[in-house]
């Protein structure tokens, strides 16, 4: 069956340090790939998405993604974490795959150490 | 300003109810969805629409049936509520595949059942 999967349930980053959250998926063809981030008490605020081209995508509040088809991988990544980066994000993907329906993974919550 | 619109912030019904949970959407999407959000499981789908009277399961549809009369609503109806349906809901519309199929979603339902 088709999955999203993100491995890290919990991650803790110092401010200012680099982040990496990971995401795969199982897929045949090329995917529709997003990145969404929900604040505690908030909805969902798409970070960024990736469609097509240039395999890596920049998108909101510095965050950028890379897909590796090789690797059925979409992982997220941020040079510098703030303290308000601390968060739950959220991978997703849609194709034909799965019946054009959009899939999430589990989430990483994210905290940063001041 | 594109917007999704659920009916409800927050609900609490008794079990045994049957509950009404309405969405609608200003932006003419064909897809629309409603997911339930529980600690640690992210965003599991519930059921998804992508067109008037169409409706595919999603992975967690026992309990729940929909309905799509028109276009923008998209209803999410409990039969028969039970507490292990307490839950926070959230709908999301989109454009099906190709461009750009970036889902919006609503603020959300936390609903209780007690």
């Known amino acids: 069956a088709q999955s999203v999967t993100q491995p890290d349930i919990h991650i803790t980053v110092s401010e200012g340090a680099s982040l990496e959250l990971r995401c795969n998926y199982s897929?045949?063809?090329?995917?529709?790939l997003f990145w969404y981030v929900q604040s505690p008490g908030q909805g969902l605020q798409l970070l960024l998405k990736?469609?097509?081209?240039?395999?890596l995508v920049q998108g909101i509040k510095g965050f950028e993604a890379e897909f590796k088809r090789s690797q059925s991988s979409f992982n997220l990544r941020k040079p510098s974490v703030h303290w308000s980066d601390a968060a739950e994000y959220f991978c997703?993907?849609?194709?034909?795959?799965?019946?054009?329906?959009?899939?999430f993974g589990a989430g990483t919550i994210l905290r940063v150490k001041s | 300003d594109v917007k999704v619109t659920q009916s409800s912030r927050y609900l609490v019904k008794r079990t045994g109810e049957k509950v009404f949970l309405e969405c609608v959407q200003d932006?003419?999407?064909?897809?629309m969805f409603w997911y339930r959000q529980d600690p640690g499981l992210g965003l599991r789908l519930i059921y998804f629409?992508?067109?008037?009277?169409?409706?595919e399961k999603g992975d967690i549809p026992e309990g729940y049936s929909v309905s799509r009369e028109k276009k923008e609503r998209f209803s999410l109806i409990l039969e028969s509520a039970s507490t292990n349906q307490t839950s926070m809901y959230l709908c999301?519309?989109?454009?099906?595949?190709?461009?750009?199929?970036?889902?919006?979603f609503g603020q959300g339902t936390r609903l209780t059942v007690v």
């Open positions: 897929y045949g063809a090329t995917p529709y």
């Open positions: 932006m003419d999407h064909e897809n």
């Open positions: 629409s992508y067109d008037v009277k169409m409706k």
């Open positions: 999301a519309s989109s454009l099906p595949p190709p461009g750009n199929t970036e889902a919006f």
């Open positions: 990736y469609f097509s081209g240039d395999t």
């Open positions: 997703a993907v849609v194709g034909m795959e799965y019946g054009n329906k959009l899939v």
